[in-house]
């Protein structure tokens, strides 16, 4: 009988040591596969749910994840859809441990947002990263920039250049789409 137990004790030993073995291993894998994930994925995979985009010390968009393309993120927050370019995102708050679905369709670009809203005509308020805002009717697109015709009343139908790295954000109004 003394046998039984000794093997028994073995076996057991040995199965905690596998236990431990396979745990650090799906540790491993899945730190080695989180390493591969990008956080506008992460974001992708957050779509439809709440959260809060932090710009800046003072500026945070809040509201449901629309979409996220691989370097913009829109979000519909009030009355607005915002349009928010990856380089003006410090921090994301509200945004879970989600795995990005399948890459079955490549996203749009942030140019493909800009020259949707171009073929729409839309009216916008972009808020430039200086703190001071646009407000216009999106016209021509480039491959850097976007030309946006002031409806304001100080300058109105006045043509105003705004290079994307200028943007923090873009404001539409949900009934312009």
């Known amino acids: 009988m003394r046998w039984d137990r000794l093997f028994a004790d073995l076996e057991a030993e040995a199965a905690d040591l596998a236990a431990q073995d396979r745990d650090a291993e799906i ?5 080695a596969a989180l390493s591969e994930v990008r956080w506008l994925e992460r974001v992708r995979g957050a779509t439809g749910s709440p ?4 710009l800046s010390a003072d500026t945070r968009v809040t ?3 629309r979409y996220a393309g691989p370097d913009w993120v829109l979000v519909e927050a009030g009355s ?4 928010v370019p ?13 795995a990005p679905p399948s890459a079955d369709r ?9 020259r949707s809203l171009s073929r729409d005509r839309a009216s916008v308020l972009v808020r430039r990263t200086d703190g001071r805002q646009v407000r216009g009717t ?3 697109v480039g491959a850097d920039f976007v030309e946006l015709e002031r409806d304001d009343d100080s300058r109105l139908g006045q043509m105003v250049l ?10 539409v109004p949900r009934e312009e789409q």
Not at 162 to 171: C, E, G, I, L, T
């Open 138 to 140: 999106v016209g021509k």
């Open 63 to 65: 509201g449901a994840v």
């Open 80 to 83: 607005d859809d915002v349009l």
């Open 51 to 54: 959260a809060t985009l932090v």
């Open 162 to 171: 705004v290079p994307f790295a200028a943007v923090q954000s873009v404001h």
């Open 86 to 98: 990856a380089d003006a995102v410090i921090g994301i708050e509200g945004v879970g441990s989600a």
């Open 106 to 114: 490549v996203p749009l670009t942030w140019a493909a947002a800009w």
């Open 27 to 31: 540790a491993e894998l899945t730190r």
